[in-house]
């Protein structure tokens, strides 16, 4: 569909021209500054801190260690546990903080601190038959560990076209721009944050259940947010030391993970080995469909990617298994990454779909068309609304499909071999209770004020048209509040539910305000009105309907035949989520996912170094993020799409879709450029060429 753009962003200005204030650039009269130190270790514990180098540098203040840091109350997340004991689970962990009058003197601090260890040995390598290997009870999202519905094992052998598969991607971080930060002081027992985080409330939750404080007296403060992709979805340690430092030293204390140590303790998207096996007819429709994964978790917290979900919900499979099987390693805690399980589950599955129609001998987006379905294949609900169909031929329309050769190794311009493929995209809607209040002065201005978060995604923006639009007034008349625990409560940034969540709490808020000034005779009366509303009744526990957005993603790669090298020339998407409600920043985001879907498929990827128990890639030296170079041309385009079982607005959230899928399509574009079936990511040279 063409869309008016939409308004721009309402803290562009003060982005580009530095007045935005993220949680680093907050800085207290006397603060001083910590400065991590990670265990070099990959399991064992410590022996002996010797801290008198450090503390005689310069600058000096404190060095906190197992010994002397201010204890914490238990926790369910045991990542944040630290410096309370001399354990060191993985490579990584933080076993002192070195806090100083400058960030230099920090790093100074820092490098002179002197750890002993008793060492043991380390187990940091996931292997498909590793004898610690168990089913968990529940994958993140609290999903069933495995499924089954009637008979695979029959169903798959007696069927004329079979495909048996597996894929395998490495560990994967989310390297948002800004690193994780805060800044923190105690002010007569009250403590406040600022800091790089999805969700305030979260934060200030957990810091109360840690140091015993009522989360009354704890304000946490994260108004602007230089991206997360998951990995500020939870709090991270960085917000842990700088509280413990600053009770510690009296003074207030800045701490800011160097990125180098991002990868040891903010999470990551673990490494995952993924089994598919298809049974179909001669047509290519589904009866056998088998998912199989294996991943694995660190010994502090267990986290289970689930990968398999996304086989419980895209294509007609009457006899289904599907498994996660995890094993427990001395590595740091994998956690989530942008769309987790349905971003690596999806890439497997649509690639075994792509094998399967060359197996069946069915155009790939045929084969996806004949495999519809109208309810949920796993709990048998109808969707709220599907539209993969009418996204697969959109977008094969828009991308010029029928022009293809199904051959592979057909098209070549010069040594350039030239290939297209397709996959589909899926992510279930979520939807958490939020609050928010509603405000209109004398003068006829309004004010929405709720704890929602913006990472760069345009929160505030959208969050001032909805307003706008429950109020029936324009959008320059509403300003908007967010980003602290000082205002209503409200859920954090992830699972693509941030616009569904608040949205709905100001768009209630919004109409009963209306209400209120309706109820005053059309009049605000002196000092105003406000109203608070929540959604904590409005979400169904159980609602009668499966509801997911859905997209289609085609893209088209060039192979140098002599050096294996892969590019892609272009990348189309087409989605179905809902009602869009700001074009140009819907538009960023689904271009945003399809990019970093390219650097899943291409260039990103964590080696664990099985000798050292860490993992080699610590920067964006060596960790390639696709850059403006590499994305050469890229189309995001969604389709109408009304659904009256969503929320107010009838919008979907749109965050992570783009991601899920694109991988897919560029490793089946390859293979029909070259004819080589490429089953791990990323696609290196040497693995075309071998």
Not at 489 to 518: E, F, I, Q, Y
Request: with cysteine; proline share 7%; aromatic share 6%.
């Amino acid at each position: 569909m063409v869309s008016a753009p939409g308004p721009v962003r309402r803290e562009g200005r003060e982005k580009v021209t530095g007045a935005a204030r993220y949680a680093a650039e907050h800085t207290p009269p006397g603060t001083a500054y910590g400065w991590p130190v990670p265990a070099t270790v990959a399991r064992g514990r410590v022996v002996a801190v010797d801290a008198a180098a450090a503390l005689a540098e310069p600058g000096a203040v404190a060095v906190l260690t197992h010994e002397n840091a201010p204890r914490l109350k238990e926790t369910d997340d045991r990542t944040l546990l630290v410096l309370q004991n001399d354990q060191v689970p993985h490579r990584g962990w933080y076993v002192a903080l070195a806090v100083a009058d400058t960030p230099e003197a920090a790093r100074a601090m820092a490098d002179a601190v002197r750890v002993s260890y008793a060492p043991e040995d380390h187990d940091v390598v996931l292997t498909p038959g590793h004898p610690g290997l168990y089913v968990p009870d529940a994958a993140n999202a609290g999903v069933a560990g495995c499924r089954e519905r009637g008979d695979f094992d029959s169903a798959y052998a007696n069927a004329p076209v079979r495909v048996d598969a597996t894929y395998t991607t490495r560990a994967l971080h989310n390297h948002p721009m800004e690193p994780h930060a805060t800044t923190a002081r105690w002010e007569d027992g009250r403590l406040i944050a600022y800091d790089s985080c999805q969700g305030a409330n979260a934060v200030q939750e957990t810091l109360a259940g840690l140091f015993g404080v009522a989360k009354e007296r704890i304000t946490v403060v994260a108004e602007h947010v230089g991206g997360g992709f998951g990995c500020k979805g939870t709090p991270r340690p960085q917000v842990v030391l700088a509280a413990m430092a600053a009770r510690h030293t009296g003074r207030p204390v800045k701490v800011v993970l160097p990125r180098a140590q991002l990868a040891a303790v903010v999470g990551h998207r673990a490494p995952l080995v993924q089994r598919l096996r298809l049974g179909a007819d001669g047509k290519g429709v589904i009866s056998a469909l088998a998912h199989e994964v294996t991943t694995h978790t660190s010994t502090v917290r267990e986290f289970v990617e689930q990968a398999a979900v996304p086989s419980r919900a895209m294509y007609v499979s009457p006899n289904s298994r599907t498994t996660h099987r995890v094993v427990a390693l001395d590595v740091p805690s994998p956690s989530w990454m942008r769309a987790p399980g349905e971003a690596p589950g999806m890439y497997a599955l649509e690639c075994a779909m792509d094998e399967l129609a060359y197996a069946s001998g069915v155009d790939p987006v045929e084969l996806r068309v004949r495999n519809d379905t109208a309810t949920e294949p796993d709990s048998g609900k109808p969707y709220s609304s599907r539209h993969l169909v009418e996204c697969l031929r959109e977008g094969a329309r828009r991308f010029g499909w029928e022009r293809r050769d199904p051959r592979p190794r057909s098209r070549a311009e010069g040594r350039l071999l030239v290939g297209t493929g397709v996959a589909s995209s899926y992510y279930p809607v979520y939807v958490m209770p939020s609050s928010a209040e509603a405000r209109v002065s004398e003068t006829g201005r309004y004010r929405v004020r709720i704890n929602a978060t913006d990472i760069g995604t345009g929160a505030r923006t959208v969050l001032a048209q909805i307003a706008a639009e429950a109020l029936d007034v324009a959008p320059e008349r509403v300003a908007v509040e967010i980003g602290s625990t000082a205002l209503p409560d409200a859920p954090l940034a992830g699972g693509s539910s941030g616009t569904g969540s608040w949205g709905w709490a100001v768009h209630k808020a919004c109409t009963a305000l209306t209400r209120a000034v309706d109820e005053h005779g059309g009049t605000v009366p002196p000092g105003g009105l406000a109203v608070t509303a929540s959604t904590e009744d409005d979400i169904e526990e159980d609602p009668p309907h499966a509801k997911a957005a859905f997209g289609a993603q085609f893209a088209e790669v060039t192979v140098d035949r002599d050096t294996g090298e892969v590019r892609v020339r272009r990348q189309l998407g087409v989605f179905a989520a809902g009602r869009i409600l700001n074009a140009r920043t819907a538009r960023s985001q689904f271009t945003g996912g399809m990019t970093m879907g390219l650097g899943m498929a291409l260039t990103e990827g964590s080696t664990m170094d099985a000798r050292f128990g860490d993992f080699a890639e610590r920067d964006l030296a060596s960790y390639h993020v696709p850059s403006c170079a590499d994305v050469r041309g890229i189309e995001a385009h969604w389709i109408d799409e009304h659904d009256a079982y969503l929320n107010p607005m009838g919008s979907k959230g749109i965050g992570e879709i783009g991601i899920v899928g694109a991988a897919a399509a560029i490793a089946n574009a390859v293979h029909h450029a070259t004819g080589v079936r490429v089953r791990e990511l990323p696609i290196l040279p040497e693995k075309v060429l071998g």
